[in-house]
Structure formats: C-alpha cells, structure tokens
C-alpha cells in the first residue's frame, strides 16, 4: 500500500470508492507527470535540428500532460466537499491531453523516451477511464462521498439524528433564496436530497437553488 493509500484509506468519512484505488490514480497521475515531464527535457537535448523542430508538438503536449496529471492528481485527493462535475471535467480533460500526448509521441519509433512516455501516457489513460467509470457507477451513488458532519451542516441546525430529519423538509421551505446563495453545495444537495429530488450531484447551484426554491420545474 502506497503512503497515499494510506492517507486515503485514513480518511475520517467515507469516499464512497476504495482508498487503493483511488490511491492507484492518484500515484499514477504523479508518476505520469515526471515522465511527460523527463520526455520534454530529452527531446530539447537532442543535437539533430530537424528532430528538435519535428517534436515540438510532443513537447507541448508533454508538458500539457505533465500539468493536467498535476492537477488531476491534487483534486482527487482532495475527497471532503468533493464536486461531481468538477472532477469529471478534470478527468475528462486529462484523458483527453493523455490521448493526444500519446498519439504524438508514438510517432517517433525507435526513440526510448517517446516510447516511455506513450506507454505511460495509455496506461494513465486507462486507469482514468476506469476510474470514471466506478465513479459514475450506481455504486458510487448519490452523496459520494460523504464530508464529516460539522462541514456540511448549517450554521444553527441541529444534530440531533431522528428530530434533524423530520424538520429539514420544513425548514428548507423557510430558507430564503439569498440564504441558499450563502449555502455550500454539500448543504444544498442536502436540501435537496430532503424535499425528494433527484440527480442533484449533476446540478450547478443556480439549478440546486431554483429546485429547491420550487422554481426549477414549475
């Protein structure tokens, strides 16, 4: 088990998905970058001209790659208050620098680090694909994952566990439009969870605020 395994898996509220793998993604991204990162360096050494010019898109692309590994590497370990949207789209965004680095780079056979970082840039494509995958599962499902109470409860509401739930209906209805703009969006898709909504995790806020207000749909 990796150190990042260990964080994940050390996590005080459930991800709603391993901590292995999770914690295989995340390692991988990092891992991909310092070779995307490697790959660009070796081609700006080379002593032939023609081949420096001929790979400069592999460089862009590499480092392109090596940025979006970064950052999609540093959101998925963040896992409290986690956004459905953003992460897909960042997902979503890498796979698709991976693909392009990829295809690039297998232009130039016979060049090891071209060679290296393709394999790379395929095989991080892969872990992602299914990682998405298990993350738009029916497993995965609404409120993955689930932020320790005190981050996602109102200010002033109760904790109280049988009486919390019995008031959030009502209260919601008394929660002005303003103080919902206020509101995080773990509170909103709370709310809106409570007055029966469904596929809340696909909403922006503006759309939350709307349903739960009883303007969306109306």
């Known amino acids: 088990m990796s150190l990042v395994e260990k964080l994940l898996d050390a996590y005080p509220a459930e991800t709603g998905m391993p901590p292995k793998m999770l914690g295989e993604a995340v390692d991988k991204l990092y891992e991909c970058a310092g070779v995307c990162l490697t790959c660009a360096d070796a081609a700006a050494a080379e002593q032939d001209p023609e081949k420096i010019v001929m790979s400069i898109k592999c460089v862009r692309l590499d480092n392109d790659c090596a940025d979006l590994c970064t950052v999609a590497a540093r959101i998925l370990a963040r896992q409290t208050g986690y956004d459905a949207p953003t992460t897909m789209a960042i997902i979503e965004a890498t796979r698709t620098v991976l693909r392009a680095s990829a295809d690039a780079a297998e232009e130039f056979k016979g060049t090891p680090y071209f060679e290296l970082s393709a394999k790379e840039c395929r095989e991080t494509e892969q872990l992602l694909g299914r990682l998405a995958e298990q993350m738009g599962s029916s497993d995965a499902g609404e409120g993955y994952p689930t932020s320790p109470p005190s981050a996602t409860t109102p200010a002033g509401a109760s904790m109280g566990g049988a009486e919390e739930t ?31 909504l469904s596929g809340v995790h696909e909403m922006r806020k503006e759309e939350l605020i709307d349903a739960i207000s009883g303007k969306r749909g109306s």
């Open 166 to 196: 019995s008031g959030t209906s009502e209260a919601s209805q008394e929660v002005s439009e303003e103080q919902l703009r206020e509101m995080h969006m773990d509170e909103l898709r709370d709310m809106a969870r409570d007055k029966g």
